[in-house]
T-cell receptor, first 109, second 115 residues
């Protein structure tokens, strides 16, 4: 599975959009981009995934560049409860997820 | 909303003892997984299970570990003789399918402390 690169930490103000970047320059044609988050030591929470089209659900939007070498997870109106570690994972499926170090997002009041 | 449930939330055991961690996956899911996270470290894949067989396992999943689906709802991880280094959060996950374009859902974890 392709490797991903994420900034170790970011912060944003409550109520503002949080844009979390991810580089995955070695992604192959049939690999998906998955985003999970982990709040404290709770279980990873599925957020969204996509192949090449932009995706949106009730939690977030996923923007994937045309060359698929990078993506951005957007939390449109971040709240304090969105403070968590966010993982970008590239995989053929959810069958075996390889977690990196992720981005620690701090939402400031 | 359906969820993966794990019991117990915290387990303390003595070194050398056997421990069984229990999970109830989401009811219509067919693929089951165990992951672990040592304090301060990454979430690590241990094993995947489908059709009553291990599909894939990591190097961590040695002979001390075993998994079982004893009935139609439970999925268990057994550690035969626990070591101090087995202390970690253990997460169970499940997915509807194992192929492309599927998502896995995780439980809240069992914190295992080996003393």
């Amino acid at each position: 599975d392709a490797k991903t690169t994420q900034p170790p930490s970011m912060d944003c103000a409550e109520g503002r959009a949080a844009n979390l970047p991810c580089n995955h320059s070695t992604i192959s044609g049939n690999e998906y981009v998955y985003w999970y988050r982990q709040i404290h030591s709770q279980g990873p929470q599925y957020i969204i995934h996509g192949l090449k089209n932009n995706e949106t659900n009730e939690m977030a939007s996923l923007i994937i560049t045309e060359d698929r070498k990078s993506s951005t997870l957007i939390l449109p109106h971040a709240t304090l409860r969105d403070t968590a570690v966010y993982y970008c994972i590239v995989s053929h499926s959810s069958y075996k997820l390889i977690f990196g170090s992720g981005t620690r997002l701090l939402v400031r009041p | 909303e359906p969820e993966v449930t794990q019991t117990p939330s915290h387990q303390v055991t003595q070194m050398g003892q056997e421990v069984i961690l229990r999970c109830v996956p989401i009811s219509n899911h067919l693929y089951f997984y165990w992951y672990r996270q040592i304090l301060g470290q990454k979430v690590e894949f241990l094993v995947s299970f489908y059709n009553n067989e291990i599909s894939e396992k990591s190097e961590i999943f040695d002979d001390q570990f075993s998994v079982e689906r004893p009935d139609g709802s439970n999925f268990t991880l057994k550690i035969r003789s626990t070591k101090l280094e087995d202390s970690a959060m253990y997460f169970c996950a499940s997915s509807e399918a194992g192929g492309e374009n599927t998502e896995a859902f995780f439980g809240q974890g069992t914190r295992l402390t080996v003393v």
